[in-house]
């Protein structure tokens, strides 16, 4: 059969009565909504419910698929332990989309399980549905730090390994909207809040999925979105077929973003493989990028691409400007892949013979020996956008009033502890959130007595 339905839902504890003790009233739209779709899903009489949930194992380079016969769990953390669940997992489902996955070298499985327990994130759904069906199993899914396309990716992967088994799927992509949407509410207002709001419900409500893949992240963090990779991973489920798309609800009412929709597949349809598309016309932007760089980052590019593809290390060529041969300064190598960093490497003072040296090996460091990421593939070399930062002499400052993230970098150094940011980042605003990351970076506490410079750059793309 394959993917006979998706559902867009959120998990708020206080939906379930136990939790709310009449709290709930206030999201009765949203409770009617899910209402349907639990009646909805009774009537397909699935026989799995694949549940995506941020609230499961997460891991920044890994999607974590819950392992074993099945998982139990409770709402006891939120004041009601008699509301209990015990599921069990579809396994050769489970093993299919793993196998698929290391077919494909595509970074998701059932390593890393930390916690057996189910998460609130798929128990609330699962509330409502078990209340009407109480057949099928699940398999439930984390998301990760991964970009959107590698969410849709595993969409993908899900919907293949299903049809190969011939089962009778529905989708459930767990996720709140903004935690950002009134002044009252636990987590504050931010303008990006109701934007986000206003337009994940527009694009989910016409079943749009292709701009799901246009949304920035720095966007999304600050609008203090739950759910967006969540959708993104059903999307791809559907990618290819036509889908009858209908909104039931949304609701703001708490601060936080209540969305309910529901996808019905209609047959296949050559417009819709949208990540196809994206990835097309990433190409593109990035050819086009590549030939407008600069000698700088065209060297760190060619730097990258030797030792990624044949592990050589290239040397500074005559052919180079003057300043990169005969010059010695900092530089920082920073690469991004779907929007996303992938690796960033660099030196605050000069540590090689001339500035294309330092370019040369700080390129190499930021495509493998970067400790936050794995070492960048091969197959990634097309999708890489790479910049570089030169950087000026430090000068030291009394306070963060003298700093201005667009024009300075910031280094904080406490002891033999030293953090540096780069100037112009997106998602940093304010000096003390620039120097509060420094801190974090060099592992600096607030309570210990340090000292901070800042520095200026010239950015090459």
């Known amino acids: 059969m394959g993917i006979i339905a998706g559902f867009m839902v959120p998990h708020p504890p206080m939906i379930v009565p136990d939790i709310g003790r009449g709290g709930e009233a206030q999201i009765e739209e949203t409770t009617k909504a ?45 004041r009601a332990p008699g509301v209990r669940f015990d ?25 890393g399980e930390r916690d057996s327990a189910l998460d609130h994130g798929t128990m609330v759904p699962l509330w409502f549905i078990r209340n009407k069906y109480k057949e099928g199993k699940i398999v439930r899914t984390g998301l990760s730090g991964l970009p959107l396309i590698d969410h849709y990716r595993l969409g993908m992967i899900i919907r293949s390994a299903v049809e190969a088994l011939d089962r009778r799927v529905v989708f459930v992509a767990s996720g709140d909207l903004s935690h950002k949407l009134q002044e009252y509410g636990p987590y504050g207002y931010v303008p990006e809040g109701p934007e986000y709001d206003e337009r994940i419900m527009d694009v989910m409500g016409r079943g749009a999925f292709g701009e799901l893949l ?8 600050k609008a203090a979105e739950c759910g967006h990779r969540s959708f993104v991973i059903m999307a791809g489920a559907l990618d290819g077929l036509s889908v009858r798309a209908e909104r039931l609800s949304h609701q703001d009412v708490t601060g936080v973003g209540y969305g ?13 493989h949208f990540l196809d598309e994206k990835l097309a016309s990433i190409s593109k932007e990035l050819e086009a990028k590549r030939e407008g760089s600069d000698d700088y980052v065209k060297l760190a590019r060619r730097a990258v691409e030797a030792y990624v593809a044949r592990r050589e290390t290239i040397k500074p060529g005559s052919e180079l400007p003057d300043e990169m041969l005969t010059t010695r300064a900092g530089a920082f190598v920073s690469i991004h892949e779907h929007g996303e960093l992938r690796g960033c490497i660099g030196t605050i003072g000069p540590t090689r013979n001339c500035l294309a040296e330092e370019i040369i090996g700080n390129a190499i460091s930021a495509s493998t020996r970067d400790p936050r ?6 197959e ?29 970098g910031v280094i904080v150094t406490s002891g033999r502890k030293r953090g540096l940011l780069l100037p112009d980042l997106d ?10 990351i420094a801190m974090q970076k ?17 950015r090459h793309y």
């Not at 246009?214 to 963090?221: E, G, H, K, N, Q």
């Not at 309910?260 to 819709?272: H, K, L, N, V």
């Not at 097309?382 to 667009?406: A, Y």
Request: aromatic share 12%; charged share 30%.
């Open 34 to 78: 899910y209402e349907r779709v639990a009646d909805e899903i009774a009537q397909l009489e699935p026989d799995t419910i694949v549940i995506t949930s941020p609230h499961s194992i997460m891991y920044a380079d890994y999607f974590h698929i819950s392992p074993g016969s099945g998982a139990s769990g409770s709402f006891a953390g939120f």
């Open 87 to 111: 599921e069990r997992y579809d396994e050769e489902l489970v093993s299919r989309i793993c196998a698929l996955a290391d077919e494909e070298d595509f970074p998701a499985g059932t390593m």
């Open 214 to 221: 246009d949304f920035d992240s720095s966007f999304c963090d």
């Open 260 to 272: 309910i929709c529901t996808f019905y597949p209609d047959g296949a349809d050559e417009s819709r």
């Open 373 to 378: 990421f794995s070492p960048i593939r091969p």
């Open 380 to 408: 990634e070399l097309p999708w890489l956008e790479i910049s570089v930062d030169v950087l000026g002499e430090p000068e030291d400052i009394d306070s963060e009033d003298e700093l201005d993230v667009k024009r300075y």
């Open 427 to 436: 998602g940093v605003d304010s000096p003390q959130q620039q120097v509060d």
């Open 442 to 458: 060099g592992g600096i506490g607030r309570h210990e007595k340090y000292k901070l410079q800042r520095f200026e750059v010239i």
